[in-house]
């Protein structure tokens, strides 16, 4: 702030210790009355007094400032209190834009202040700093209406819980009585069937009884009819045969009532479990109403908590936003006066830069005028000195526009007279010559090396062409003696794989018929071959139509003609006998038996017969410890079981 007077030290300590307790900033304060220097000032030179001289001040605060202004200079420029400074170490001079030189410090730069633009982006700043403060109590706002929300909720599951424990007390109650009533049933089951089964034993022991005196009837029967004589006393048989049914009846009887009294109490013990679980369950849905009333319990606290704390935070936020708005108050107080002056300053600066902006256009271009301008006789003076070797001062001597202009000789050869320079004549003559110059187009001083070298590329390519041809020729020759060959060799194939196939397939199917043709006979290098069988007993000859091993059979037939015309050293067959039975499979062994005495057969195959056949047996075993081996047995070297 702006230096204030006082009349004593006293009085500014008592004002420093004011802003210190009252955080007021900081503040500059001048004392009256100081005590006047005595000591002398050097002299100065022209152009440069000292800033004491220059300052008007009152009479009392005269020594407080010449106490400041000790031995400092006021100087126009820089370079002035430079030199100064250089010849007098003890001066200090000031410029007057405010630059500060001595001896030993420099102090200097810009010496603006904060501008309009500045204060108004603070105000913004304070501003969008209050609407913040109005957005975060907004949002506190609502986050405790949220909150209260949430603890009613909380609330209300809690009730609802409460409810429910008090409901399953009250079903836990009925469940209990009811438990003791089935109770008292089991017991009394239990006693029916304890006395049932002690009726039981006792039917049990009647029975034994009426057994034994049944068999000792019987055996008194016995010996009546051995001794018929006597007449048997029937009514005691009468009697003990009434005992004997009355003791099954009670038997039957008691054993009705043991299964009744058993499926009751299996019923009962059934229903006891039942109840046992549903209490069970109850007991636990209790526990758990109790542990979510609890947690309930412990959300309405923090709830009540958030509450409070949200309720301080409030109290805070709105004392903050007062402060605030007061603070935008005063703001908004000292900005009328600055935003009318900002105005007029914005203003000034927008014509000062339209006139800126003008006279540097201007500038500009008359700058990129003369460049140009300089550029283009540059140019021109380089052209003339590159394409007729002559200076530009000589050019506008001898051919200057002050100088007649010769012309070409009329029709009949005579000279025609000079005429004056005309420029817009002479430009046109100009464009008509540059025209016709451009028709002859440019001299190529290498023409006649560059046809040399054409003359050579083109006999050589004409070389290298009658090479290619004759070249061209020796392998069509090639080709056509290649052709031949190929097609005598495949003729010769053919007729034996022909002949071949014809003795295997009557082999292969007795009673059929089949043959192989040719698609193109006329042209044996392009033409298919097409295989017709008809097993005996079928009408077709299209393979698609023969059934899954009769088609298999046919391969096999065509690879074993194949193999008769153009013979092998050995053949590898991977199970070519899977869809063939057994009638087919004997006629193909037949066949591995006549190949075998000219080629070697690896056969892979599954067949038990085509095993018999071979010499040697090769197979793959798993081992018991999971590891797969090989195994081979000579059929020559096994000895028969």
């Not at 050579?456 to 392998?475: G, Y």
């Not at 499979?585 to 190949?595: A, V």
């Not at 197979?619 to 079981?641: C, F, N, Y």
Request: glycine share 6%.
């Amino acid at each position: 702030s702006d230096a204030v007077v006082v009349e004593s030290a006293e009085r500014a300590v008592g004002a420093i210790e004011h802003l210190k307790t009252e955080d007021l900033g900081r503040a500059g304060l001048l004392l009256g009355g100081s005590p006047e220097e005595t000591g002398g000032w050097p002299a100065l030179p022209a152009g440069a007094e000292y800033a004491l001289d220059v300052v008007e001040c009152q009479p009392v605060l005269r020594p407080a400032v010449a106490r400041l202004l000790d031995k400092v200079a006021v100087v126009e420029d820089l370079a002035t209190a430079r030199a100064l400074a250089a010849a007098n170490p003890e001066v200090t001079a000031v410029t007057r834009e405010g630059d500060l030189i001595g001896a030993h410090f420099a102090s200097g730069g810009s010496s603006s202040v904060p501008s309009l633009i500045e204060v108004q982006a603070a105000v913004d700043e304070a501003t969008a700093q209050l609407a913040e403060a109005h957005a975060v109590s907004e949002r506190a706002t609502f986050e405790t209406s949220r909150l209260e929300a949430e603890r009613l909720a909380a609330q209300k599951r809690v009730d609802v819980a409460l409810a429910k424990l008090h409901e399953s007390d009250a079903t836990l109650a009925a469940v209990a009585e009811e438990l003791g009533q089935f109770g008292a049933q089991s017991r009394a089951a239990r006693g029916e069937a304890e006395r049932l089964l002690a009726a039981v034993e006792q039917a049990q022991e009647a029975r034994e009884n009426a057994v034994a005196g049944l068999a000792e009837l019987e055996e008194r029967l016995a010996m009546a009819e051995e001794d018929p004589e006597d007449e048997p006393d029937l009514s005691v048989r009468d009697g003990l045969a009434q005992a004997a049914r009355d003791a099954r009846q009670r038997e039957m009887d008691a054993r009705l009532a043991l299964r009744t009294s058993e499926e009751r109490a299996r019923a009962l013990a059934g229903r006891a479990d039942g109840l046992l679980r549903a209490a069970r369950q109850e007991r636990e849905q209790r526990a758990k109403a109790a542990a979510r009333r609890e947690q309930m319990r412990r959300e309405g606290e923090a709830a009540r908590a958030v509450g409070t704390a949200v309720a301080y935070a409030l109290d805070r936020l709105e004392v903050s936003v007062q402060q605030a708005a007061r603070a935008r108050t005063e703001i908004e107080e000292s900005r009328a006066g600055r935003e009318q002056a900002l105005r007029e300053c914005r203003s000034l600066l927008r014509n000062l830069g339209k006139e800126l902006e003008e006279l540097v256009n201007s500038v500009h271009r008359d700058e990129m005028a003369r460049a140009q301008q300089r550029m283009r006789i540059e140019q021109l003076e380089e052209r003339i000195l590159e394409e007729l070797g002559l200076d530009a001062e000589a050019i506008v001597k001898d051919y200057g526009p002050d100088q007649l202009v010769p012309q070409h000789p009329d029709e009949d050869g005579n000279e025609r007279e000079p005429i004056p320079y005309v420029r817009a004549e002479q430009a046109k003559r100009l464009k008509i010559a540059e025209k016709n110059l451009r028709a002859l187009g440019k001299v190529n001083p290498l023409a006649l090396e560059e046809f040399a070298a054409m003359e050579e590329r083109h006999k050589f390519l004409t070389e290298q062409l009658e090479d290619l041809k004759q070249t061209r020729k020796d392998l069509l020759d090639i080709v056509k003696e290649v052709d031949n060959r190929v097609e005598q060799v495949f003729t010769e194939a053919w007729e034996d794989v022909r002949v071949a196939f014809d003795h295997v397939f009557a082999r292969l199917f007795p009673g059929g018929e089949g043959r192989l043709v040719l698609t193109d006979p006329d042209n044996m290098l392009t033409t298919g071959i097409e295989v017709e069988a008809r097993p005996p007993g079928k009408k077709v000859k299209r393979l698609s139509l023969l059934s899954g091993g009769e088609r298999s059979l046919v391969a096999v037939a065509f690879l074993v003609s194949l193999f008769k015309a153009r013979p092998s050293p050995f053949y590898i067959l991977d199970e070519v006998e899977a869809a063939l039975d057994d009638t087919n499979l004997g006629r193909l062994l037949e066949i591995y038996e006549e190949l075998r005495e000219s080629s070697q057969l690896l056969v892979i195959t599954h067949q038990k017969r085509t095993m018999e056949v071979g010499d040697a047996l090769y197979g793959v075993t798993m081992r018991g410890d999971g590891v797969t081996t090989v195994i081979s047995q000579r059929l020559r070297d096994a000895q028969p079981a």
